[in-house]
């Protein structure tokens, strides 16, 4: 195989771009996400987080999603795309990025292209790289395990499955000892539609991605350490390409 042309450069130092992580709720999007920050030393921008810290803060935007993010739906794009641009216009973001969660609609992809490519990004590093999306495909069925066994840690958000991967104590997280708690759309209606809106509306973006040829699909029902190491090569054939 040949290497990369910039493999010398280390990977905390590279200009890695937009990575771009698709896939239904509960697919291991944030678990990989992680990892390949760790790897490259470029941020996790998770449109779900950063609503849910809006909701908790009371803001403006927090106040209007509010609702919608219970019933399972999605925010409108115009108020998700205003937050992911000022996420993106910060420092920190400026040897590449990692989208989780975002786009979530063909309309938020289109925007998010013009956006990469408008005068207010070019400031960043990684402006001229285009985006490596990277789909993790896990089945219907496996998705609802996952999410109705999913808690969280609220003091350092590590994941835990009650399934999968149980903290040693129940209920208690392994790292600080707080009490773990179950996000609120991992109730069992909620999520049946959050699979639902997923499907309607996010599955035409693969599409979208298909067509420009940057889409990698990979098999999200894989051991999760697999799953990253067919994550990182995805990135490098991406820069590559
Ligand atoms: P997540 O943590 O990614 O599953 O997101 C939780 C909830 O936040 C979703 O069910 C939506 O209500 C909202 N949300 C997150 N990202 C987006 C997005 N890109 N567009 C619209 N709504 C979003």
Not at 19 to 40: C, F, S, V
Not at 89 to 118: H, K, M, N, Y
Not at 153 to 167: A, K, L, S
Request: hydrophobic share 35%; proline share 6%.
């Amino acid at each position: 195989m040949v290497a990369p042309a910039h493999s010398a450069v280390q990977p905390k130092a590279r200009n890695v771009g937009p990575i771009i992580l698709l896939g239904a709720p509960g697919a291991g999007k944030g678990t990989q996400a992680k990892q390949i920050m760790e790897a490259y030393g470029i941020p996790q921008i998770s449109t779900g987080d950063i609503l849910r810290a809006n909701v908790a803060q009371g803001t403006e935007l927090g106040k209007q999603a509010k609702a919608i993010m219970e019933r399972g739906e999605l925010v409108p794009d115009q108020l998700v795309c205003d937050m992911v641009a000022q996420r993106l216009l910060q420092t920190d973001c400026e040897r590449g990025f990692i989208l989780d969660g975002f786009p979530r609609t063909v309309a938020q992809a289109e925007w998010l292209d013009q956006f990469l490519a408008s005068e207010r990004f070019a400031r960043q590093k990684c402006a001229h790289l285009p985006p490596v999306v990277i789909e993790i495909a896990v089945g219907y069925n496996q998705l609802l395990k996952r999410l109705t066994g999913r808690r969280s840690c609220p003091t350092c958000g590590r994941i835990y499955n009650v399934h999968f991967q149980p903290p040693r104590v129940t209920d208690v997280c392994d790292v600080d000892g707080a009490k773990l708690v179950t996000r609120k759309d991992d109730s069992e209606e909620v999520i049946a539609e959050r699979l639902k809106a997923y499907e309607r509306q996010t599955l035409p973006l693969t599409e979208y991605y298909k067509g420009k040829g940057r889409l990698r699909v990979l098999d999200g029902e894989k051991d999760p350490d697999l799953v990253t190491a067919e994550t990182l090569k995805a990135i490098e054939h991406g820069h590559s390409m």
